[in-house]
């Protein structure tokens, strides 16, 4: 897969302001996304007068965006890998200026509806925002970054509702609409000016079935939780939907695992770091929206209840108002504890945090500076936890897929946030207290919903506890340069000690290698000479050679020669961090030792490319699990070999772009071997059938007994010799993958004797010969 080098940094006094800008639009368009779904909260229970409609059919206006949402996030992730994340990002802004603008000018329900899922289409800017940091970012500002861009989506949902409160009480309900479109206009334009396109891509084409079945699963899914509550649990329509979702999604599974190029590929989702952390999203995004269905309803309940406040809704706004605040605050700390003990840590401490605000809530619920701090806290909690999210799954993924990786991660969220909003529902309808005629949710229902939202969160920190420990090194391709290992000067491998060194250097200092140009090495200090070698050790030229300290300190740098040849001088005896980088490549590095003399180094590099496929029997379709698949280049050295899991699939990395072939080898199958075009962009799917080989085996005797080391011969129909074997201590012989039809097997020791055999389906066995001397 092809992966943009990080950008030279020079002096830094060029690139910063430029990632700063980058990172400054990218997260106003994540707020503005955010505020679009928090804007209409306070005209929702005005909509049926607003709109002339029941109250039944203007709750649509808020459900079309949930299920535009759900179906648009994981669709444009997949399509802005493919075709540029950058496009997807203005497409997806686009939709959002448009149905702003259609809600604006709506009166009736229909329009309203049709504006408000267009904006739901543009909830796909969040991961689509944090995919685009990673492949144009240096690696240092990578964390804080992603962290910042991550939590958007509470800072704006935190400030929204005061300004959708204000612009409600003061002005025409359609002013909201008009400030979204507004707002995204000027995300419209500060996009192309100040963000580039991103040069990664997976290429392929898009999966439309998968599309439609995804699509038609999450609304069933997503519908049956959000209208449950008013059509009724046990209601036919509910348990329709949800059965049908199960059967859908069943099927789309399916679906994607046979399709060469998935939508969503289920295969790096089920990785254990993917998988967990996408679960642990869920109990994150419920335990976050808990705070926002409980919280404003206390604010707002009148004093007399005994535990409402009594507040205006701009109030409650403005209380909620500094968590988002917090949550950008901690954006940078998220991403420091990340760097120092790893992202796994950095989501289950905010995790921990998330669960004691809740039980400070539970306990400090009477005053409106009780609301303020409870809101900070859980805000600082959920900022930890959304700023490591991404981090996990960049880490886990190709910088080819983090597009539709971080938008299925999103969409994990989602469906935890409508969950949250399913379960309190029931628990708040179901617990009530009379207020003169009116039966409202009761304290007791209140403190129910907190503890759930604890619970919530404490389930998130157990289930990120099963996080598989993340190594530097994964942190540091997550940033987009993957670290190897690298063979010595001798030949041998870099040794535990002298990788870690190597994989701090590549993350303090990886945006030094894009720097490299054609210099010759510095006059003075130790030479380094060798060549910068690729696939079948073939030289590679142009190849950019950096030499830096343990620190990160530039030392030296230069450019292959056409015959791979480079050399570089060290400042003296030492050890340094040498890193070689090229176009197609995995960058590399290594911790290399100088001593008085000159130092012989080669570089080994290998491929960005990759194959994955499934292995399956050709006359059953079933998966072949255990068979051997080795790749070798066309001069018949082997690059690399795996074996297929129990689904029959296997995949092979860093491989270089051009044909290679794929041999396969399973007990009971004909052996394969095919000519496969590794392509340049990520990975190259194959689907690959084994036709079973039938055998035929046998005891060869002599006078009654077996017979050890005779000869038996297998001749084909046509006369010719398919194998010869002799037969062990047990006078047992076997002939194995051998196509159907007739054979005649020949067996010598004693006078010879043949005997014909029919070969189908398995085979023949117990195929036993009786050996005889003449008159015997």
């Known amino acids: 897969m092809p992966q943009a080098l990080p950008r030279p940094v020079g002096d830094g006094r060029s690139v910063a302001p430029r990632a700063n800008a980058v990172v400054a639009v990218l997260a106003f368009g994540g707020i503005v996304v955010s505020l679009m779904q928090t804007l209409v909260i306070p005209i929702v229970p005005e909509l049926p007068r607003l709109l002339d409609a029941p109250a039944s059919d203007t709750a649509w206006a808020v459900t079309a965006t949930l299920l535009a949402a759900a179906v648009a996030t994981p669709m444009t992730g997949r399509l802005g890998d493919m075709y540029g994340k950058r496009r997807m990002l203005l497409v997806s802004l686009v939709m959002l200026v448009a149905g702003s603008v259609t809600a604006a000018l709506s009166d009736t329900l229909a329009p309203m509806i049709v504006g408000r899922a267009l ?58 609409f008009w400030a979204s479109a507004g707002l995204g206009a000027v995300a419209l334009v500060l996009v192309p000016a100040m963000v580039p396109e991103s040069e990664v891509r997976t290429g392929g084409r898009f999966d439309l079935v998968g599309g439609i079945g995804m699509a038609a699963g999450l609304v069933c899914l997503l519908l049956a939780i959000s209208k449950g509550a008013d059509w009724g649990w046990n209601s036919g329509t509910t348990l329709g939907l949800f059965a049908a979702a199960v059967v859908v999604l069943l099927v789309w599974g399916w679906w994607e695992l046979r399709v060469k190029e998935p939508l969503v590929d289920l295969r790096t989702t089920a990785r254990r770091q993917v998988l967990v952390t996408n679960l642990a999203s869920i109990a994150v995004g419920f335990a976050m929206f808990a705070m926002s269905l409980v919280i404003p309803q206390l604010l707002q309940l009148p004093e007399a209840t005994g535990y409402g406040l009594g507040e205006s809704l701009l109030v409650a706004g403005l209380t909620m108002a500094p968590s988002g605040l917090v949550m950008m605050a901690t954006a940078p700390i998220s991403a420091a504890l990340s760097k120092a003990k790893g992202p796994k840590i950095t989501l289950m401490v905010g995790a921990l945090i998330v669960a004691a605000g809740y039980g400070l809530n539970i306990a400090l619920m009477s005053e409106l500076w009780h609301f303020v701090l409870v809101t900070c806290v859980i805000g600082a909690g959920i900022g930890f936890t959304y700023g490591a999210m991404p981090a996990l799954i960049m880490s886990a993924v190709p910088a080819s897929e983090t597009g539709a990786a971080n938008s299925l991660n999103t969409l994990m969220r989602s469906i935890g946030t409508s969950t949250a909003s399913a379960v309190a529902g029931v628990i708040l309808a179901q617990m009530t207290t009379s207020f003169g005629q009116t039966a409202l949710p009761s304290k007791d229902g209140f403190k129910v919903v907190l503890a759930i ?77 060798g060549r910068v070698l690729g696939a079948e050790r073939a030289p590679v030229a142009g190849a950019a050679v950096t030499l830096i300290s343990l620190g990160g300190r530039q030392l030296g740098r230069t450019v292959s020669r056409d015959d791979g040849s480079y050399d570089v001088d060290t400042p003296g005896a030492g050890s340094y961090v040498l890193i070689a980088s090229s176009e197609g490549y995995q960058p ?145 012989y076997a002939f194995s993958d051998l196509d159907t039809g007739a054979y005649m097997v020949i067996a010598t020791g004693y006078p010879p004797q043949a005997a014909s055999v029919a070969v189908s389906g398995a085979g023949a066995d117990d195929h036993d010969i009786e050996l005889a001397h003449a008159g015997e």
Not at 601 to 615: E, P, R, W
Not at 709 to 722: C, I, Q, R, S
């Open 119 to 176: 904006q739901g289409l543009a909830s796909g800017v969040i991961p689509l925002g944090i995919s685009i940091m990673r492949d144009e970012l240096p690696a240092e500002r990578l964390g804080s970054a992603t962290a910042l861009m991550s939590a958007s989506l509470g800072v704006g949902g935190a400030l929204g509702l005061p300004a959708a409160a204000l612009i409600a009480d003061n002005f025409d309900w359609h002013v909201l």
């Open 453 to 529: 939202g604890a619970g919530a969160a404490l389930l998130a920190f157990v289930v990120a506890s099963f996080i598989p420990k993340q190594r530097v090194a994964e942190a540091a391709e997550a940033a987009g340069v993957p670290v190897g290992e690298e063979p010595g000067a001798d030949g041998s491998a870099v040794d535990d000690a002298q990788a870690g060194d190597a994989e701090r250097a590549v993350v303090e200092g990886s945006a030094l290698v894009a720097e490299a140009e054609a210099d010759g090495p510095a006059p003075g200090g130790t030479p380094v000479r």
């Open 588 to 732: 590399q590095a290594a911790t290399i030792v100088v001593a008085g003399e000159p130092l012989a180094y080669d570089v080994l590099l290998s491929g960005t490319s990759g194959i994955a496929g499934v292995v399956r029997s050709a006359d059953s379709g079933t998966p072949v699990a255990e068979a051997v698949v080795i790749v070798t280049d066309v001069r018949g050295d082997v690059l690399a070999s795996a074996r297929t899991d129990v689904l029959g699939e296997f995949t092979v990395t860093d491989l270089v772009p051009g044909p290679v072939t794929l041999a396969v080898n399973s007990p009971k199958h004909r052996p394969l071997a095919q000519v496969v075009e590794v392509g340049g962009a990520g990975t190259t799917r194959v689907e690959l059938e084994l036709r079973p080989g039938a055998q035929v085996r046998g005891t060869v005797r002599g006078g009654g007994a077996p017979l050890s080391d005779a000869l038996v011969t297998l001749v084909d129909a046509a006369g010719n010799v398919v194998a010869t074997t002799r037969t062990g201590h047990d006078g047992a």
